[in-house]
């Protein structure tokens, strides 16, 4: 899919404790919202928990015809034959989940600085993530900021659909894609007002 691969300006990020709502209903509201790709993340779910969710989300999403991305868990992506799976820098490696999930999956994969930029712009990835853009409490021990200034140092040094994230919200978001963003993903910022 690599060289294909388009992103939409905001990319949702599930997030059960921040909306209150169960995966499935943020699926279908994000995709009422016009939402074309969204990621689930739970990090705390045991796995049969988090499996079932999102294959209750993945109903939705087929029924609303978006691609659902699922966060850390090639397993579960690989299981429900999500669209595909975005992972850490500690997660298994795209190499291994491009071999579990084909050449169609979406693979996506968090980068915190430059020189970690560049080595994943090597994977078999469809996008890269740069983040934290500003301080975030979405995550219990975020990396250190990278500012806008760190998010153009990696536009510049990479060829592969870029994702800020971290941080970003209605009154930066415009700030974030000028600097070079292809798209934003959000968490805590689609619930805010």
């Known amino acids: 899919m690599r060289g294909t691969f388009r992103l939409p300006p ?21 995709a009422e919202r016009g939402a074309t790709l969204v990621q689930l993340r739970d990090k705390r779910a045991p796995t049969l928990k988090f499996y079932e969710e999102s294959a209750a989300a993945l109903a939705i999403a087929a029924e609303r015809r978006v691609r659902l991305i699922i966060n850390d868990r090639v397993d579960i992506a690989l299981a429900l034959g999500a669209a595909g799976v975005h992972l850490g820098q500690d997660d298994l490696p795209p190499q291994i989940a491009r071999r579990l999930l084909g050449n169609e999956a979406i693979i996506g994969y968090s980068t915190h600085s430059v020189a970690q930029a560049l080595e994943a712009a090597k994977l078999p990835i469809d996008y890269l993530a740069i983040g934290p853009i500003f301080t975030t409490r979405t995550k219990e021990n975020p990396d250190p900021v990278v500012g806008v200034d760190g998010l153009r140092a990696v536009k510049a040094a990479i060829n592969l659909p870029l994702v800020a994230i971290g941080g970003i919200t209605a009154e930066n978001i415009n700030e974030v894609l000028e600097s070079g963003a292809d798209s934003v993903a959000m968490i805590s910022g689609l619930w805010q007002g």
Not at 11 to 30: K, M, R, V, W
């Open 10 to 30: 905001v990319y949702p990020i599930t997030d059960t404790q921040i909306s209150g709502l169960s995966h499935a209903e943020q699926i279908a509201l994000f």
